[in-house]
């Protein structure tokens, strides 16, 4: 839990912190929930939130939207630390969270790092919810799905929310240069493009490109007059980047990644670690890069190699454990096996064509006999009739069509002969001439 000393005053607040958002209208980003019309932003208006979990990256606002909830519903506001907390001190708050009930005020208690209670600190909060006594506000970089126990979860709404992009990061370090909060009552000469590299860098991270704007105008050029100047060595020297920086576009960001898909995906295992080396040098993070590989296992490799998939999974979970500098290793062994894997885009080819069918005709009905039949009402209407159950014949299959009626015959994953695809090639054809001949 928070608490506030004598010498919290004396100390001088970070730059995030003192910019901190005291409404909705100064909150950046995230419109998707808190935009005009949107559900939660008319949760929080009207005074009817109720229990619920901030799932997203570093940076991106999730304490300061639970702050602004509590002050827009006027609603006691407890801070409180999955990190140093235990079961006791989840036992103290509620019990002031009971006593505020009692005498008619709502209390928010606001859980930060939620994943990292164990499942007896998240069971302690269960009772506390379910009677009303509090209203849990829980955030999360990790997926709740997987980090909160379900009777927890089921009593909660997750809202999702996104990493800010570089222009509205970029709007964020311009407030802060004019806002006496921040630097309004001091003369900072700073590029626009400077602005645009800090973006880049904190990487939809609000709180990160603050601090680094603080850091690199505290280390600025003082000059007689009392203003600071920025430059872009200054820039490089706090946060230990050289002329790897991302432009302020964002162009080289795609130029550099698109750099890597294309080297893997010519089988070049040298110009793939090189362009790795240069996205992870100039500070991208580490999890992009590997979301992009896994993408590339199924889009570029495929059934070709069905080991791609498995590597890159395995080099995401390793940079989620470790971070950088140590991934970095993981990653260069999960692009060199793409580079170096037999090549094939069935798999893409296959869903863009299935794709184009469906968004042509989406309202193309499911065949009647491979519908589910759970009521007696819907076996009535034929609902599951003449299903053939593929393990009741010797084959292990049917001659049963399952595409809609209007799609019979459609052929849309056309198989390659790369690498292990050859395989599954020939079985795809052995299956389509052996149902063919069941309709002579």
Known sequence: M??????????????????????????????????????????????????????GPPGVGKTTLAKIIASTTKAKFIN?????????????VMERAEENRRYGEKTIVFVDEIHRFNKAQQDAFLPFVEKGSIILIGATTENPSFEVNGALLSRCKVFVLKGLDAEAVKGLLSHALKDPRGFGDQTVDIS????????NFSNGDARTALSTLEMVILNGELSSDGSVKVTDEILEQCISKKSLLYDKSGEEHYNLISALHKSMRNSDADASVYWLARMLEAGEDPLYIARR?????????????????????NAYQACHYIGMPECSVHLTEAVVYMALAPKSNAMETAYMAAAKDANEDLADPVPLHIRNAPTRLMKEL????????????EEKMTAM????????????????????????????????????????
């Open 192 to 199: 626009d493009d400077i602005l645009y590299k800090i973006a």
């Open 80 to 92: 409180f630390s999955a990190v140093t907390s235990g079961i006791k001190d989840i036992r103290t």
């Open 293 to 313: 590989v896994t993408r590339f296992a199924s889009e570029d490799v495929g059934l070709a190699d069905t080991n791609a998939l498995n590597v890159a999974i």
């Open 382 to 393: 034929d609902y599951g009739k003449g299903y053939q159950y593929a393990h009741d014949y």
């Open 401 to 440: 069509t399952c595409l809609p009626d209007s799609k019979k015959g459609r052929q849309y994953y056309r198989p390659t002969d790369q690498g292990n695809e050859k395989r599954f090639g020939e079985r795809y054809e052995a299956i389509r001439k052996w149902k063919e001949e069941q309709f002579p």
């Open 2 to 55: 928070d608490q506030m000393t004598l010498f919290d005053n004396m100390m001088p607040r970070p730059l995030a912190e003192r910019l901190r958002p005291r409404s909705l209208d100064e909150f950046a980003g995230q419109e998707h929930l808190i935009g005009e019309g949107k559900v939660l932003r008319n949760l929080i208006e009207k005074d009817m939130i109720s229990s619920m979990i901030f799932w």
